[in-house]
């Protein structure tokens, strides 16, 4: 389920706000300046669906935001329990960092969470199915796939070498909770 929970960047234990209700994500998060968006995500892929059925199945609201905010190309992550080296590909968006454009997701299957530091606060955004999120360019974030992560997403970008991340050099991704799918409470 979709869910946003907002922290003091000093309290990791104790949030101010948690809702799975997609009106208010959307919401909140707008008054950051993040775009949150439910879209369709209804298309049965199958396992072996390679990249380019993945953006078939969905070339129309591809083609939509691209036009919209520019984006030059979409391409496809595919994880699942079953994909090599989880753990180093897990650590390695775990460390707060920013890119030099936005960073825009589509998830089609399965979840994720992306931890968002704006000022004095960390929201936590897990996303699922049908989730669009877009955060600004050098908007410190990182992202958590969980330790048995199953996601497909379309990422979307507007350079042609896609995102370059610059790492922050804040520690303050450790003190928050991981990703842990099981975990997450309904709102």
Known sequence: MSDLTVYLESDAHRPELR????????????????????????TS???D?????????????IERLKQAR?????DVVRVTPQTGGIAALRARFLDEHTHGEDEA???????GAFYIHLKARVFRVVCEAGDLLSIPAGTPHWFDMGPTPRFTTIRFFG????WVAALTGDAIAARFPPFEPDAVPAA
Do not use: K
């Open 19 to 42: 809702t799975a209700d997609a009106a208010l994500i959307a919401a909140h998060l707008a008054h950051a300046g993040i775009l949150y968006e439910r879209w369709n995500a209804d």
């Open 45 to 47: 892929l199958p396992d």
């Open 49 to 61: 669906s390679d990249e380019q059925a993945v953006l078939q199945a969905y070339a129309v609201p």
């Open 70 to 74: 520019r984006f030059l190309r979409a």
């Open 105 to 111: 997701r589509f998830f089609v299957e399965g979840a």
């Open 159 to 162: 350079r042609p070498d896609g």
